[in-house]
């Protein structure tokens, strides 16, 4: 069964770094998004991806975030100068892009900022 | 703005229990759709049930059952038969056509004891 991957599982960065959180999204799939849950909090949407540029962003998604899609299988997200409140889990999800249908996540990137 | 409220923090059962876990949401559109995620202690999403706002019939698929009344603005979701492995975060989450983002609740913290 296709399925989204997300690499790595876990990561740990020193605050002030720039992580690339990666993703491989489901192949036939259109719209892409980053969600982010914070240790025991709900899953906040982050951004949404559609033909190549972004489609909608939440107030999180502020300059230190950005997406790419650098070519026809890889969707990535970047922090830049990392902070200790960005540690939580980063999910990838891709929906096919029709009518009614449900988007299907990624196992979740756990990223620590210390 | 849309909001999804999942009023129960924890329940705890017994096995074979029956398990019903409240949503209620809030959207200004008349087209939508509610989702059921589960995430076991593993940490990935899992999508369990899809409904449209303008489909109320209520199904049941395997063990898993749901009741939406769009009246009342709720989506319920029951587990019949409760087992261990059915322990996990349960989100109710909402998406409108505009964006397909989804909005999560709160989730609710099922613990089915042996």
């Known amino acids: 069964e296709p399925e989204v991957t997300q690499t790595p599982s876990h990561q740990v960065t020193q605050m002030g770094q720039e992580v690339i959180l990666r993703c491989v999204p489901i192949s036939n799939h259109l719209y892409f998004y980053w969600y982010r849950q914070i240790l025991g909090q709900k899953v906040e949407f982050l951004v949404s991806?559609?033909?190549?540029?972004?489609?909608?962003k939440s107030e999180i998604f502020d300059d230190q975030f950005s997406v790419e899609r650098p070519d026809g299988s890889n969707f990535t997200l970047k922090i830049r100068s990392t902070k200790l409140e960005d540690s939580a889990m980063y999910f990838c999800?891709?929906?096919?892009?029709?009518?009614?249908?449900?988007?299907?996540f990624g196992q979740g990137t756990r990223l620590t900022v210390v | 703005a849309q909001k999804v409220t999942q009023a129960q923090t924890e329940i705890s059962v017994v096995e074979k229990e029956d398990v019903t876990l409240d949503c209620v949401y809030e959207t200004r559109d008349t087209t939508y759709y509610l989702f059921w995620y589960k995430q076991p202690p593993s940490g990935e999403l899992v999508f369990l049930i899809r409904?449209?706002?303008?489909?109320?019939q209520n199904e049941i698929s395997g063990r898993y059952s749901w009741n939406f009344q769009k009246s009342t603005s709720s989506f319920n979701f029951t587990i019949t038969a409760s087992q261990v492995v059915d322990s996990a975060v349960y989100f109710c989450?909402?998406?409108?056509?505009?964006?397909?983002?989804?909005?999560f609740g709160a989730g609710t913290t099922v613990t089915v004891r042996a």
């Open positions: 999800a891709s929906r096919i892009g029709q009518l009614n249908t449900e988007a299907f």
């Open positions: 989450a909402l998406s409108e056509v505009k964006d397909y983002k989804l909005s």
């Open positions: 409904r449209n706002s303008f489909d109320e």
């Open positions: 991806f559609y033909n190549n540029e972004i489609s909608e």
